[in-house]
């Protein structure tokens, strides 16, 4: 029966998606094997390195269909390594001893680490295309949103006006840079494993590095300058990117559960019936997708530490750190993509309250807009003394409840640089909005590069 999270038949599809669950199942780890398994023969027989005949035949079983899963898994417990066994049933399954050529000059974790990359590259492709769309939904929503004022805010109290699209664009930005990074990383990490056992391909003598470049050629993977079983830092920084990648997603769920507080409401998941509601609380309507992406990515982060530790290998070839590797992707991989969709799913059925932000830019009766006021008079009676004037003037709107606008308006020291007209252009929000219409408008253009 499933055990967790990831496999349970309840919650499986809301903690990851099931393309990403296909990419690490069983059933396309040994494909991937498999894979590396034809195209080596392939490579080889063009070298004749191996009969072409047997060739032919390995060819012919590298399809998983024909494996036997029992078989495999008492096989993989006996000896240790789940490679053997498929090599063995491979061997077993050509006519006239001819799969003996199967798996020549190679060993376990040059197709082990090569299946890995595989799947990495087929996971990648599913991260790709939800960082696009991801960014395509931030990007109609700062377009939509570009002018429409709300609140900054700093250490969670208001601030300075800003916009909606503003605050969309700058995350819109990050998830642009994540598109850059996944486009350079796959050039390194994209690259296979294919050295024999102590990664000097001493088994294939002098046609080692020829077999090598026919291989990966095959595969469509980048060849290594030089063996890295025990050097593992492509494997980790994958890790890594997706680390960041759903840190993003971290911080958008974090805005929309702040941005949904009854207090606040300017925004909101998208809605169907009975999303959110509560068991006893008829009137709640919570955040449901936020919630797992902040576990999502806070529990990638924690599997990250453990990427990293795996790179501390011993030797040639390692007794342990390894095997972190194989417990700790597949579950990075499938988080990521569960974080990535859920993340998707809010942006694109996002809910703006945008008379919302405009009470909310209105609440504290003025004093948002203070630095407004206090710049504008600063360049009449002087920045410093205008400071302490305004920030007087906000202690007292705070203590009486008297709106900014009617205690500057009253001040006798003010009287002599502004008029009514000229205070209710200082604390109008939509005059305090610096160039984010054009930071906006920035992002977007870098988007058509």
Known sequence: MPSTYLDSAIFRDVFTTAAMRQVWSDENRVQKYLDFEKALAVAQARLKIIPQEACDEIVKHCDVKEYDFAKLKEATERIGYPVLPVVQQLVKLCKDKLGEWSHWGATTQDITDTATVLQIRDALDLVGAEIDGICNALAALAKKYRDTPMAGRSNLQQAVPITFGYKVATILAGFERHRERLKQLKERVLVGEFGGAAGTLSSLGTEGLKCQVELMKELKLGQPAISWHTVRDCIAEV??????????????????????????????????????????????????????????????????????????????????????????????????????????????????????????????????????????????????????????????????????????????EIKKYANRKELEAMVDPANYLGVAGEMVDRVLAMRKK
């Open 239 to 412: 890790g890594c990117f997706l680390g960041l990648v759903t840190g993003s997603c971290g911080k958008i769920a974090f805005d929309v559960k702040l941005l949904m507080q009854t207090e606040v409401e300017e925004v909101y998941e998208p809605f169907h019936q009975g999303r959110g509601s509560s068991s006893t609380m008829p009137q709640k309507r919570n955040p449901i997708s936020s919630v797992y992406i902040t576990a999502q990515s806070a529990i990638v982060k924690q599997h990250v530490a453990a990427l990293l530790e795996a790179m501390v290998e011993d030797h040639e070839r390692a007794t342990g750190p390894w095997e972190i590797e194989w417990i700790i992707l597949p579950e990075i991989f499938m988080l990521s993509a569960g974080a990535l969709a859920q993340t998707r799913f809010v942006l694109e059925g996002l809910q703006v309250n945008e008379k919302k932000m405009r009470e909310n830019l209105d609440l504290t009766k003025g004093l948002i807009m203070s630095e407004a006021v206090m710049m504008k008079l600063g360049d009449r009676m002087g920045r410093n003394y205008a400071h302490d004037h305004v920030y007087d003037l906000c202690r007292e709107v705070v203590k009486t409840g008297t709106p900014l606008i009617d205690l500057l308006e009253k001040d006798a």
